[in-house]
Protein backbone atom coordinates (compact mmCIF):
# COMPACT_ATOMS: atom_id res chain seq x y z
CA UNK A 1 0.00 0.00 0.00
CA UNK A 2 1.10 3.23 -0.69
CA UNK A 3 1.73 4.84 2.67
CA UNK A 4 1.92 8.51 0.87
CA UNK A 5 -1.13 8.49 -0.65
CA UNK A 6 -3.26 6.83 2.50
CA UNK A 7 -2.16 9.41 4.66
CA UNK A 8 -3.08 12.31 2.31
CA UNK A 9 -6.87 10.63 1.67
CA UNK A 10 -7.59 10.30 5.12
CA UNK A 11 -7.14 14.14 4.91
CA UNK A 12 -9.51 15.16 2.04
CA UNK A 13 -12.89 14.17 0.49
CA UNK A 14 -12.16 15.02 -3.10
CA UNK A 15 -9.19 13.68 -5.63
CA UNK A 16 -7.99 14.55 -8.37
CA UNK A 17 -8.57 11.35 -11.20
CA UNK A 18 -6.38 11.33 -14.19
CA UNK A 19 -7.41 9.01 -17.62
CA UNK A 20 -5.98 8.37 -20.64
CA UNK A 21 -8.83 9.87 -22.88
CA UNK A 22 -10.23 7.39 -24.95
CA UNK A 23 -10.74 9.67 -28.19
CA UNK A 24 -8.03 12.23 -27.84
CA UNK A 25 -5.61 9.89 -25.91
CA UNK A 26 -4.29 12.51 -23.65
CA UNK A 27 -4.43 12.54 -19.84
CA UNK A 28 -7.41 14.22 -18.32
CA UNK A 29 -8.20 14.99 -14.93
CA UNK A 30 -11.07 15.94 -12.87
CA UNK A 31 -12.06 16.14 -9.20
CA UNK A 32 -13.98 13.23 -7.76
CA UNK A 33 -15.20 11.74 -4.55
CA UNK A 34 -14.02 8.77 -3.40
CA UNK A 35 -14.87 6.22 -0.49
CA UNK A 36 -11.76 4.43 0.67
CA UNK A 37 -12.16 0.59 1.93
CA UNK A 38 -8.78 -0.68 3.28
CA UNK A 39 -6.93 -0.75 0.48
CA UNK A 40 -9.37 -0.06 -1.99
CA UNK A 41 -10.35 3.63 -3.64
CA UNK A 42 -14.02 3.14 -4.47
CA UNK A 43 -15.34 6.03 -7.31
CA UNK A 44 -18.81 7.00 -8.57
CA UNK A 45 -19.24 8.52 -12.10
CA UNK A 46 -21.39 11.37 -11.54
CA UNK A 47 -23.53 10.39 -15.00
CA UNK A 48 -23.21 6.62 -14.86
CA UNK A 49 -21.75 4.49 -17.35
CA UNK A 50 -22.30 7.53 -19.50
CA UNK A 51 -19.64 9.48 -17.80
CA UNK A 52 -16.97 10.28 -19.70
CA UNK A 53 -13.85 9.49 -17.23
CA UNK A 54 -15.79 6.22 -16.98
CA UNK A 55 -15.94 5.55 -20.16
CA UNK A 56 -12.06 6.09 -20.05
CA UNK A 57 -11.19 3.64 -17.64
CA UNK A 58 -12.88 1.09 -20.03
CA UNK A 59 -10.48 1.71 -22.95
CA UNK A 60 -8.09 2.13 -20.64
CA UNK A 61 -8.25 1.02 -16.69
CA UNK A 62 -4.56 3.17 -15.73
CA UNK A 63 -5.45 6.01 -13.49
CA UNK A 64 -3.20 8.14 -11.37
CA UNK A 65 -4.43 9.77 -8.51
CA UNK A 66 -3.73 12.96 -7.00
CA UNK A 67 -4.08 14.27 -3.79
CA UNK A 68 -2.18 17.32 -1.00
CA UNK A 69 0.85 16.69 -3.22
CA UNK A 70 0.91 12.91 -3.33
CA UNK A 71 0.38 10.71 -6.68
CA UNK A 72 -0.58 7.43 -7.01
CA UNK A 73 -0.88 5.03 -10.35
CA UNK A 74 -2.84 1.67 -10.31
CA UNK A 75 -5.58 0.12 -12.19
CA UNK A 76 -8.82 0.80 -12.33
CA UNK A 77 -11.36 -1.87 -12.11
CA UNK A 78 -14.96 -0.96 -13.41
CA UNK A 79 -17.86 -2.65 -11.26
CA UNK A 80 -21.00 -3.48 -12.92
CA UNK A 81 -23.17 -5.83 -10.79
CA UNK A 82 -25.81 -3.91 -9.31
CA UNK A 83 -25.17 -5.47 -5.62
CA UNK A 84 -21.60 -4.22 -5.27
CA UNK A 85 -22.69 -1.04 -7.03
CA UNK A 86 -25.20 -0.38 -4.38
CA UNK A 87 -22.98 -1.29 -1.26
CA UNK A 88 -20.59 1.61 -2.53
CA UNK A 89 -23.83 3.56 -2.86
CA UNK A 90 -24.20 3.23 0.44
CA UNK A 91 -20.86 4.19 1.41
CA UNK A 92 -20.98 7.53 -0.30
CA UNK A 93 -24.11 8.08 1.13
CA UNK A 94 -22.73 7.44 4.48
CA UNK A 95 -19.56 9.68 3.90
CA UNK A 96 -21.11 12.87 2.19
CA UNK A 97 -24.89 12.34 3.26
CA UNK A 98 -27.59 10.44 1.16
CA UNK A 99 -28.95 13.91 0.21
CA UNK A 100 -25.81 15.24 -1.94
CA UNK A 101 -25.40 11.45 -3.51
CA UNK A 102 -28.90 12.05 -4.40
CA UNK A 103 -28.30 15.78 -5.75
CA UNK A 104 -24.90 14.89 -7.44
CA UNK A 105 -25.29 11.27 -8.55
CA UNK A 106 -27.82 10.80 -11.02
CA UNK A 107 -27.48 7.42 -12.34
CA UNK A 108 -25.71 5.04 -10.12
CA UNK A 109 -25.53 2.49 -12.12
CA UNK A 110 -21.52 1.80 -12.13
CA UNK A 111 -18.69 2.31 -9.74
CA UNK A 112 -14.90 1.90 -10.21
CA UNK A 113 -12.22 0.04 -7.61
CA UNK A 114 -8.56 1.32 -7.44
CA UNK A 115 -6.44 -1.14 -5.27
CA UNK A 116 -4.16 1.08 -3.56
CA UNK A 117 -0.92 -1.32 -3.50
Known amino acids: ?6 TALENTNEIELRTMGRISKRETSRPVWFVRD ?25 IRIRVNGAEYGTE ?12 VVESFRAKYGADQIALHYERPEVAVAAPLR
Open 38 to 62: GDTLFLLPVHGAATHWYRNVLASPT
Open 76 to 87: ATPITDPDRVSR
Open 1 to 6: MATDII
